[in-house]
Structure formats: C-alpha cells, structure tokens
C-alpha cells in the first residue's frame, strides 16, 4: 500500500464555466486555469501521482503546453490513472476535501463522485467527497477561489508493496 496527497487551488474569474469533480456547476464565475480548472480533479491527479512516485500533474501537464490550454482535466484524470495501472497500481480510496465559502456543494457531491468513480471505472465508495468554507478567514473565506485537498491510497498488485 501506498498513500498519496494532493493540493490545488485556483481564483475565480469571469466568463468561465465552474467545473468541480468533472461536473459542470451553477455559478456566476468560473475558475482561471491553463486547462479547465478543475480543482478537485488536479488534487486527486496529484495525490494518485504522488502515491504512485510520479511526480506531479505540471510535468505531466505543463502549462506552456498549448495541448492541454481548456483541456478537459477528467481526460487529465484518465491518462493519469491509465499510467498508474500500466504500473500495477490500483486506487484502493481517495478522500477530499473542497474549501469554498460558495457555492454550496452539497447537492452535487454525489454527483461528482459518481462522475470520478465512472472515469476511473471504479465503484462510487471508492470517492469520498468532502465540502467545507474556511468560515470567512482569509483569501478562501473572501471567496476568491476554490481549493482542494486528496489523500488516496493504492495498493499494486505485482512487484513489492
Ligand atoms: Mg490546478
């Protein structure tokens, strides 16, 4: 077993959708980003690399690449997770916690793990989703952005643990 952790955080800007978890969300702003932004789905691409002792989702990624400008990060998530798998390694839980003053995510937290749990063909228990705010402290708690933070655990089922 190994285990793996990821943070992301990103501002909000106008004139973007907000992508959460590969869900798109009802919000007047959007997140600024090279890719989509999303930053759930960057912390838990993160933390699977990180378990995995990959380095991380800007070498993965850069973000000088024209390649990945408004690259849908579930796509990032699948090719991540296909380099994982093509070392044996399997994602046993991920747990994450989004800090946000808005908008409320309760009603999208299953959403979005379902939508996690299909790009990774795993099942829905395997996602643990998480929101809170930063009650009002600081950049979080003025609502300038969304961070996000993943621990995951992967097991490999060849080679040594
Ligand atoms: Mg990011």
């Known amino acids: 077993m190994r285990v793996g952790i990821g943070?992301?955080?990103h501002r909000?800007?106008?004139g973007r959708p907000l992508l959460l978890g590969g869900v798109?969300?009802?919000f007047p702003h959007g997140l600024a980003g090279h890719s989509d932004a999303d930053v759930l789905l960057h912390a838990l691409i993160d933390a699977l690399l990180g378990a995995a002792g990959l380095g991380d989702i800007g070498a993965f990624f850069p973000d000088?690449?024209?390649q990945w400008q408004n690259a849908d990060s579930a796509e990032l998530l699948r090719i991540v997770y296909g380099e994982l798998s093509g070392k044996g390694y399997q994602l046993?839980?991920?747990?994450?916690?989004i800090i946000a003053e808005e908008p409320k995510l309760q009603p999208y937290i299953q959403?979005?793990?379902?939508?996690?749990?299909e790009v990774l063909k795993l099942p829905v228990e395997t996602v643990s989703i998480k929101?809170?705010?930063?009650?009002?402290?600081?950049?979080?708690?003025?609502?300038e952005g969304i961070?996000?933070?993943?621990?995951?655990m992967v097991k490999q089922s060849t080679g040594p643990l």
């Open 7 to 9: 943070y992301d955080a």
């Open 12 to 14: 909000f800007v106008e």
């Open 24 to 26: 798109k969300i009802p």
């Open 64 to 66: 000088t690449d024209p």
């Open 92 to 97: 046993v839980n991920a747990d994450t916690t």
């Open 111 to 117: 959403q979005m793990r379902e939508r996690i749990a």
């Open 131 to 143: 929101g809170k705010t930063n009650e009002k402290m600081g950049w979080l708690g003025r609502g």
């Open 147 to 152: 961070a996000c933070l993943t621990v995951v």
